[in-house]
């Protein structure tokens, strides 16, 4: 039984339907136990800074969790991929899991998908140790690079949940279907999840393709650009 203390129950969030309610309180238990906390002027906002975290930095976070057991993936990885970057960041991007490069050096995107994916940040003026925070889905690589399971992703989601209290940024980015399918919980096609403004958790989400994408399909690279403008001209613009 869930006890939410300090409010009444209300909708947990504007943008959050319910099953995506559902799968937060889930995960919320599974890291921090049996209560939610709400502050009494609660209006439908989540107000992360009022919300109790176990956890109160990425460092502290990660030493608690890069030992992690949980599925499978833990008997076949070489290590654990946290995450890296600017801890304020104001841009999260997020892929679906680490491949072979990134499972030896326990860095995300340090592979020729990485290297593709630097150039265009630096091409809107960004990188990736400046307001920049690259993360994945699932910590661990994914045998063969084969797409996360479901149960994988559900061990995995609430670690994400709590990367994205810590680090707060202002806009996120799903780098490829596993990942803008899992934040948006559909099933849906690159096509249909681009060129839309979605919200996570009250935060605003973009969804693109992934680097490993247009290293594949150089036609893709065109549509992957626009987006990418689209995320400059968002976090340079007073509207977010």
Known sequence: MVMLNGGKKKIFNKYMDEITLKRYISQHIELFG????MPTDYNGETKNNN??????TLDSFRAAIEKCEK?????TRNKFVFGSGDPNADLLL???????EEDAQGQPFVGKAGK???????????????KVFIINIVKCRPPENRNPLLSEIEQCF???????????????VALGKVAGQTLLSQNMMIKEMRNKKHYFNSIPLIVTYHPAALLRNQSLKLDAWEDFKHVRDLLGSKGI
């Open 116 to 130: 593709l994916l630097d150039k265009i940040l630096a091409a809107i003026g960004f990188s990736r140790d400046n």
């Open 94 to 100: 997020i892929g679906e899991g680490p491949g072979e």
């Open 71 to 75: 599925c499978n993936l833990s008997n």
């Open 51 to 56: 919300l109790p975290h176990k956890y109160k």
């Open 34 to 37: 049996n209560e939610l906390y």
């Open 158 to 172: 609430p670690y994400l949940i709590q990367q994205i209290s810590l680090i707060k940024p202002k806009l996120i």
